[in-house]
């Protein structure tokens, strides 16, 4: 017999309680073109996290809009980014933000990293219907704060289509554009000068910039940086302080230098 | 025997001498409304008076710890149920205490022959200007009203919380400094607890101000910060009697 009371804490739970569960796994044989999100990158550098992403949303070879943000605060100490289909992926973040919270305002504490991380490899796998069928692969990428170490130290996590989740060293990328991001970035904590967990604020903002720039001339999918039409990317970073978003103004000022 | 109507009345007037009775001794909380935000006061063992609802929307009560959870609890779930079936901004303590909250607490009271909640609560909501905060006393019964600014308190005594109110509206009206008003808070807090005469000849701005020291040695005064202005969603912050410089 079936227990309605929900779990303590725990949103998903109290959204079942209600019959309102998000992330309905039904999907039509005639579903229409996806739109898709495409790059988004982290690593760390000296301070804390940089999470960045480009902006463009695209349908088979059509440009959906340049404006997308595919990082996500999640909460004060967490970050999303999504690379997939954005319907998807955005109700997952809507989901991570309003469960977070609702659990930290409940039981009057904060989730733990590693309970944070494994919600969301629990909507992964909630997801899994819309993945066999090839609509709504969502592969996200997710920071958090770990305040059970002190100083807090973040760290980065990736996930496969399945829910697998995986910690990531110094960097991780996702979607379309990766293959190239993850070169440069593997080149550069190999043989570059500074590594990239070793630059300071500007000068990864920078990197960041630059590794979009390169990403774009190779897929189409991904938007580029252009400050003479002031396009720029999503960056935000993850210190012990917290989330700090990099605006448009700040990441031109970083360019130029 | 209750079907009876003045049976019925005579219960319910024994309930509610009941209700006073258990909460009489209750430690106030009190809610202000100031330029830069709503700060909530109460004293108490920590986590167990002043408490953040949603983003906008705080809490604070005094009554059986119990059934401040359950209320505190159905609060929380309205609250983050609205916002992801609609949105954060819908989220409005206005509809979260004349639909939710007081109808939940007079079925309750008037179901005489389950336990009535021993809570008199006080729920704010910052907006984005002032002069349009919501600062909701809500009794045990449903009842409530509400206040656009100034400051709402509760406590287990109506004689002396109507008292205390009139008496912080006289002397709170310049005090837009949190230091300020949290020790004007704190000696109304400590009359209160006293049983210390508002009108008749009150105790001296000294006395209450040596009281509350020696009343609060050993307890936590828990305050809590909805700021009006703010980067983050969550406006709420927990601050401590050294951080506003008490």
């Not at chain 1, 909630?126 to 305040?147: D, I, K, R, W």
Request: with cysteine.
């Amino acid at each position: 017999m079936s227990d309605p009371a929900p779990i303590a804490g725990d949103f998903l739970s109290l959204l079942a309680a209600r019959q309102v569960p998000p992330l309905r796994g039904d999907v039509s044989l005639a579903a229409p073109v996806q739109t898709q999100a495409t790059t988004v990158f982290a690593f760390h550098f000296a301070d804390g996290i940089l999470m960045a992403g480009d902006r463009r949303a695209t349908a088979g070879n059509l440009i959906v809009t340049d404006r997308v943000d595919k990082v996500i605060e999640i909460d004060a100490t967490s970050l999303l980014a999504i690379a997939g289909v954005p319907a998807t992926a955005f109700e997952m973040a809507r989901v991570l933000q309003t469960s977070f919270e609702y659990y930290r305002r409940s039981q009057l504490q904060p989730l733990s990293l590693p309970a944070k991380v494994r919600a969301l490899a629990r909507l992964l796998r909630e997801n899994l219907p819309l993945t066999m069928q090839g609509v709504g692969v969502v592969m996200p990428l997710f920071a958090g704060l770990n305040p059970a170490t002190t100083p807090a130290r973040a760290k980065i996590y990736f996930y496969d289509p399945l829910g697998a989740q995986f910690h990531a060293v110094g960097y991780a990328a996702s979607g379309s554009g990766s293959g190239t991001i993850r070169s440069i970035l593997s080149f550069q904590e190999r043989h570059g000068g500074p590594k990239p967990s070793e630059m300071q604020l500007p000068h990864a903002v920078q990197f960041a910039l630059r590794l979009l720039m390169v990403a774009s001339e190779f897929d189409s999918a991904t938007g580029g940086v252009n400050p003479e039409t002031r396009t720029f990317a999503t960056i935000k970073v993850l210190r012990a302080g917290g989330v700090e978003t990099i605006e448009a103004e700040q990441q031109a000022e970083f360019l130029r230098t | 025997m209750t079907e009876e109507p003045y049976r019925w009345l005579e219960a319910i007037e024994n309930r509610r001498e009941y209700v006073r009775e258990q909460i009489k001794g209750g430690s106030p909380v009190f809610a202000a409304s100031l330029p830069d935000g709503i700060l909530l006061l109460g004293v108490g063992t920590g986590n167990s008076k002043v408490f953040e609802l949603f983003d906008r929307h705080a809490l604070a009560g005094l009554g059986h710890p119990a059934d401040m959870e359950k209320i505190r609890q159905a609060a929380i779930d309205a609250a983050h149920l609205e916002a992801f079936t609609r949105a954060p901004e819908d989220v409005s303590l206005r509809r979260l205490v004349s639909f939710g909250l007081s109808p939940q607490l007079k079925t309750h009271f008037e179901q005489i022959y389950s336990a009535p909640y021993l809570v008199e609560l006080l729920l704010a909501e910052v907006a984005a200007e002032p002069g349009h905060d919501l600062l909701f006393r809500l009794h045990f019964d449903g009842a409530f009203r509400y206040e656009t600014k100034g400051i709402v308190l509760a406590a287990g005594m109506p004689d002396l919380e109507k008292a205390a109110q009139e008496w912080l509206s006289r002397n709170a009206a310049e005090k837009t400094e949190r230091r300020d008003l949290v020790d004007l808070l704190l000696q109304a807090w400590w009359c209160l607890i006293e049983y210390k005469s508002f009108t008749e000849n009150p105790p001296s701005e000294e006395e209450r101000r040596a009281g509350w020291r020696a009343a609060a040695n050993g307890k936590v005064v828990e305050i809590g910060w909805l700021a009006r202005t703010s980067l983050r969603l969550a406006r709420f912050e927990t601050l401590t009697l050294e951080q506003i410089g008490l």
